[in-house]
């Protein structure tokens, strides 16, 4: 809910502000011979498949019921895959996600969307930091001390005592395949400009809504079990 009250005061206050021009048009005229709308417009599409990679393989690792769980954990600590190299990986990800649509924002919207979603994340992340120690003690320490919160780290971190899974590919990269969604629906805009929005639009509504249906199906089903 907060993230999404972010991209609409983002939106909303951008284009109230500053009336109907969006980043890729006003700062796109700056650079690239004036070809810079372009060069954001794929720089977004871009982006978003960042965002869906790291979504995505952090999905796999944990479990989507795990995504949507209230308390965001699982009975053990998982060191596997991107969280070797990186502590929030789906945090990560919204960053990179919320350019993306920025870019389809107005310059004070661009603002909110994508240091909303950063601080946002940064919060989010201190505050399961500090459950998390609570939880695992020690091994969270040594894991905290191995991984870099928000920045990759480049070789692979090991943990000693933390548990190892097999990714469930399949599941993580369907649940997470909105970012996908973006990703085509910008690539009209980038391709046609504001002849594009509808396209973008008939791809990215239904795209959306069906990520928090079973956003909301998969947390009920984890409530449930536990």
């Not at 109230?16 to 709308?37: E, I, M, N, T």
């Not at 480049?154 to 369907?174: D, H, I, N």
């Not at 996908?180 to 809504?209: D, K, T």
Request: with cysteine; aromatic share 14%.
């Amino acid at each position: 809910m907060v993230i999404g009250a972010i991209y609409g005061l983002g939106f909303f206050v951008g284009y109230a502000a500053d009336g109907s021009q969006p980043v890729y048009l006003v700062w796109g005229d700056r650079f690239a011979a004036g070809h810079g709308g372009s060069v954001l417009l794929w720089s977004a599409v871009a982006s978003a498949l960042v965002a869906w990679f790291w979504r995505a393989s952090g999905t796999a690792y944990i479990g989507r019921g795990v995504v949507f769980a209230k308390d965001v954990q699982r009975n053990q600590l998982i060191v596997a895959g991107p969280f070797r190299h990186v502590r929030n990986p789906l945090y990560l990800g919204n960053v990179f996600l919320a350019y993306s649509a920025a870019v389809l924002a107005p310059p004070v919207g661009f603002l909110i969307i994508v240091l909303g979603n950063a601080g946002f994340g940064a919060v989010l992340g201190a505050e399961e930091s500090h459950q998390m120690a609570g939880r695992y003690g020690r091994l969270y320490r040594a894991f905290r001390a191995a991984v870099p919160a928000f920045v990759p780290r480049l070789t692979p971190a090991a943990v000693t005592g933390s548990m190892s899974v097999e990714p469930a590919w399949k599941p993580a990269l369907l649940g997470e395949s909105f970012c996908l969604a973006l990703a085509l629906a910008i690539v009209p805009v980038a391709l046609y400009g504001r002849a594009g929005m509808p396209a973008f639009w008939l791809i990215w509504v239904p795209a959306l809504g069906l990520f928090i249906g079973l956003g909301w199906w998969a947390g009920s089903r984890n409530t449930q079990a536990g």
